[in-house]
Structure formats: C-alpha cells, structure tokens
C-alpha cells in the first residue's frame, strides 16, 4: 500500500520566516519517480509549487516561489522535503506532497498524495 506522510513542517510562522515540510514515503521508493508539492489556498484551486523529475535533472517551480522555496529528496529516508523561505503571507494554504506524476516545465498527474499541512504566514 502506497502512503505519503508528511512528518513535519507545517504551522504559524512570521513573514520573513522558515519552515521545512518533510514527508515520508512507505510503498512505493520515491527515487524511482518525480516527486512534488502542491498547495491550495482558501477559495483558490491547487497549484503546483515544486517538483523534481525521477533523476532529479528536472525541476519546476512556480514563479511565485522561485528563490525562496527548494524542493528535495533523501533517499535514505526515502523522503522529500520543502524548504520555503523568507515566506509571505499569500503562501498560506494547505500543502500537500505528491509522487508519481510528470514534472518538466509544468507539474501534473501525479498519482500518489500525502495528507495536507496547514501553513500559515501571518504577524
């Protein structure tokens, strides 16, 4: 069975401030696919934010993000992480990790979710 866990990361931070959202793979070993992380805001659909393709030769991110969030993977652990940086209130919204889809210029069908994180960029 197939599950994405996301371990840690979301909560309240302070615009201008860190948080890393990790999220851990059972079922299925994530070196072998392109991995992303989407977002939905309240009132918005989802989005894409970043992904990295299977080799990690490819990585998309949304231009809203470029510069301040990296997405990687720990093969390890066999799990993939969000570092997002110096964030800004319009970054809140609910996130969610993703295996298993296509990530070149764009970011879609991916086939596996992990549960939401709620993140929150407020003073």
């Known amino acids: 069975q197939v599950q994405l866990v996301v371990k840690s990361g979301g909560g309240l931070v302070q615009p201008g401030g860190s948080l890393r959202l990790s999220c851990a793979a059972t079922?299925?070993?994530?070196?072998?696919?392109?991995i992303g992380w989407f977002r939905q805001a309240p009132g918005k659909e989802r989005e894409g934010v970043a992904c990295?393709?299977?080799?990690?030769?490819?990585?998309y991110y949304t231009d809203s993000v470029k510069g301040r969030f990296t997405i990687s993977r720990d093969s390890a652990k066999n799990t993939m992480y969000l570092q997002m940086n110096n964030l800004k209130p319009e970054d809140t919204a609910v996130y969610y990790c993703?295996?298993?889809?296509?990530?070149?210029?764009?970011?879609?069908?991916?086939?596996?979710w992990g549960q939401g994180t709620q993140v929150t960029v407020s003073s």
């Open positions: 079922g299925l070993i994530l070196d072998y696919y392109a």
């Open positions: 993703a295996a298993d889809g296509y990530c070149g210029e764009s970011m879609a069908d991916f086939g596996s």
């Open positions: 990295t393709s299977r080799s990690d030769s490819s990585t």
